[in-house]
């Protein structure tokens, strides 16, 4: 006898519809899996059979064939296993299939079996709902620690399951099972971050300008001695990003979902995401990649931070990577079995020392290295690389009697709440155009929305011909200018916004002019 | 004076100009009726050990070299110790003690070297410069002889013993001629700004003005050339 039960298999961050077609007929007792399976789908076979024989029900000694359409695409993963299974036991007759037929044509099972017949964690199951969803399922049976996760997305029913024997007594009507409620988006926000700016004593100068950066989304550089807080200082900035929305929210935990990094107590992902690598990440660990491409820090840091610390410390050819994905915003793998597109808008974070000993321009400490060891040292970053970074800000080491002091500083979220603003601004400003901060103006957007007075022209004319500010930092400091006008809530670029926006160029001036 | 010209002394030959950058360099001194001169055929790369030979050119081309800063055992002092040899006569600029830059200085003073803290210590040292020292010196003893200078030097010394009186007098001498402002706007703000970097955070502390508001008042006074950036701070500029 044929049956055929769906599921969904995932390529990158999209899914696909799978058939699960299995037919059981008289003949030598065999167990073929057909379909271009790889490895994990073929040792399924031994899973999917004995977790019927431990669940009270006899495999059958006959012919099975199951076919997993399309034949033609490459599957992996062990996601098959409990459709298989409930193909095989529909074809034996072990589930009634008559009362079922309508059913099963809007249903997918999703899930991997344990030799004992439970029903186990699988990853992805976010984007394999919103495909679901998509192609007009109305009920997915899954493994019970996914439940929430899935309860996410609207109009579809969520069985959680826990083993084979409930999903055969569930679809013969034996028992019912409660549906999983729906999770609501905005309750599930939290907002306790466990960093925050009141626990910075002074650096205000590093405050403002990460301020700046989470505001209009621009890459930031912080430059400093060793252990003056440039590490705690962007711990920090997750708690002043602006908040998530829906959409945002969802698109964070796919990436996550597929790569296994979800919680049970998070089914989504509500925080911007801090990434923060050792330099010693591979470029494939850093971009994505292996056999079938997973996502990687990048794309992980999506709608984030990918922060980078000792940012010279990285192999060169590894940073360099970073260009395209800066500028595209996406990144797209190509491998011999498939080519995957993975998202990442990240914001760009990173921290290094000035020179080679740490205390170039230390008030603590004398450096002692000479100005072509220190050269050599910033050289490391390379200029495209540096071209890509908005906001330069010096971190200077702080006090003891600072760090004792108990002065208040700002916290997070009256931050929070001027980022807020300047980021509404800035999405009511290009609404039409694709684009929702500051630091993805294009040169024509810029000639649009960064205008100067006559006066403003004047003086940065004069500030590119006196302080040696290089050509590339031109764009640079129009897109912040314009961030600090919005922050400043100000239609116009004032002077004074103009003058600030400078102040963030540090890098083309000291170390880089020539 | 006369307008002074430059030589350049190569470790290398002309068709290999090292480091590149300096190409513009050479075309300047060029430019400029300078001389440059090598002992190298003009296909030589450079290495290492040529730098530490082309000293010897230098200081033999040299009526004297002064020595600005010198690290423990760096190229520098080799050349002092080479000018030496060559009879010709070596100045040193006097540099506090734990100054890595300026162990080498302060050793050649030990070892004899001229100590000099102006102009005049190194023309009074040639006979054919002489006749220049008279008004250089007159003009330093002017800047001691103010009784109001004096009279700050004394209220230093009550503030801080540490200082020695080197350090007290010459930082006297600048806080006289820090330009005067123009516009008493961002005079709070210059009045913080000196000879040592301070930075940002610190002055936003001292005023109590905003960071938008300050980093928009160091830009004015910089562009405007009373204040430069450096490592770590901003220091200001002084009146020639």
């Known amino acids: 006898m044929l049956s055929i039960v769906k599921s969904i298999a995932l390529n990158g961050l999209n899914g696909y519809l799978v058939q699960i077609q299995v037919d059981v007929s008289a003949g030598m007792p065999s167990f073929e899996i057909v379909g271009l399976p790889d490895t994990s789908i073929k040792e399924s076979k031994e899973r999917v059979r004995t977790a019927i024989k431990n669940s009270n029900t006899e495999f059958l000694s006959r012919k099975i064939v199951v076919n997993l359409a399309p034949a033609s695409t490459k599957k992996e993963g062990s996601i098959f296993d409990l459709s298989i299974a409930v193909g095989i036991l529909i074809a034996n007759g072990d589930i009634c299939s008559s009362n079922l037929e309508n059913d099963l044509q809007e249903t997918i099972f999703v899930g991997e079996l344990a030799l004992d017949g439970n029903i186990e964690h699988v990853n992805g199951i976010l984007p394999i709902c919103i495909e679901a969803r998509n192609l007009g399922i109305k009920k997915i049976v899954l493994p019970k620690s996914n439940a929430k996760e899935a309860s996410v997305i609207e109009d579809i029913k969520v069985i959680p399951v826990s083993n084979l024997n409930e999903v055969i007594n569930y679809l013969n009507g034996v028992i019912k099972i409660q549906e999983t409620p729906k999770i609501n988006f905005i309750s599930s926000l939290n907002s306790n971050y466990p960093f925050d700016f009141a626990d910075v004593k002074g650096q205000e100068n590093v405050k403002r300008a990460l301020e700046i950066s989470a505001a209009g989304f621009h890459n930031c550089l912080l430059i400093g001695s060793p252990g003056s807080g440039k590490t705690m200082l962007a711990r920090c900035l997750p708690s002043i990003l602006p908040k998530l929305n829906f959409e945002e929210a969802l698109e964070i935990t796919k990436i996550h979902s597929i790569s296994g990094l979800l919680s049970n107590d998070e089914p989504l992902v509500c925080t911007r995401p801090f990434r923060s690598p050792h330099h010693t990440i591979t470029q494939t660990s850093l971009v994505g990649g292996g056999k079938n491409p997973k996502p990687g820090e990048i794309s992980l840091a999506h709608y984030g931070v990918l922060f980078l610390d000792e940012l010279t410390e990285f192999n060169k050819s590894t940073l360099e990577l970073l260009r395209g994905p800066l500028e595209d915003r996406v990144v797209t793998i190509s491998r011999l079995n498939s080519t995957v597109t993975y998202p990442c808008n990240f914001m760009f974070v990173a921290s290094m020392n000035p020179c080679p000993c740490g205390y170039f321009g230390s008030n603590d400490k004398e450096c002692s290295c000479n100005e072509s060891q220190i050269q050599k040292y910033i050289n490391k970053i390379s200029g495209p690389l540096l071209d890509r970074i908005d906001i330069h800000i010096e971190v200077e080491s702080v006090k003891y009697d600072k760090l004792e002091s108990n002065s208040s500083a700002e916290n997070s979220k009256t931050i929070r709440q001027r980022v807020n603003n300047a980021r509404n601004i800035q999405l009511e400003r290009y609404k039409n155009h694709n684009i929702f901060s500051n630091s993805q103006l294009t040169p024509k957007l810029i000639n649009e929305y960064c205008k100067l007075s006559f006066e403003s022209k004047k003086i940065l004319r004069n500030a590119f011909e006196n302080l040696g500010l290089s050509a590339r930092a031109y764009n640079r400091i129009l897109k912040v200018a314009r961030t600090i006008a919005d922050l400043d809530n100000s239609k116009d670029i004032k002077t004074y916004h103009l003058t600030e926006a400078i102040q963030y160029r540090t890098l083309d001036r000291k170390y880089w002019s020539r | ?240």
């Open chain 2, 1 to 240: 004076m006369e307008k002074g010209r430059t030589i350049a002394v190569l470790g290398n030959g002309f068709n290999h100009i090292f480091p590149k950058e300096n190409i513009e360099l050479y075309n300047t001194i060029l430019e400029n009726d300078g001389l440059i001169v090598t002992e190298y055929p003009p296909d030589t790369k450079s290495k290492s050990s040529f730098f530490l030979k082309r000293n010897r050119i230098i200081s033999g081309l040299s009526l004297g070299i002064l020595v600005v800063e010198a690290a423990h055992r760096s190229g520098t002092s080799v050349t002092a110790k080479l000018a030496k040899g060559q009879d010709r006569k070596v100045f040193a600029l006097p540099h506090e003690i734990d100054d890595l830059h300026g162990v080498g200085t302060n050793r050649l003073i030990r070892e004899g070297a001229i100590l000099v803290t102006c102009t005049s210590d190194i023309l009074c040292e040639f006979d054919q410069f002489k006749n220049f020292v008279d008004s250089n010196i007159i003009n330093n003893l002017n800047t001691f002889n103010n009784s109001n200078t004096l009279d700050n030097l004394i209220d230093l010394k009550k503030k801080n013993h540490k200082l020695d009186s080197f350090s007290k007098v010459t930082l006297r001498i600048k806080e006289n001629q820090k330009k005067k402002l123009k516009n008493t706007k961002f005079q709070d703000v210059y009045n913080l700004v000196n000879d040592s970097p301070i930075s940002i955070n610190t002055i936003c502390k001292e005023t109590s003005k905003s960071i938008s508001e300050i980093s928009n008042i160091l830009f004015m006074l910089e562009l405007d050339g009373y204040i430069k950036k450096v490592a770590g701070g901003y220091i200001c500029i002084f009146d020639k």
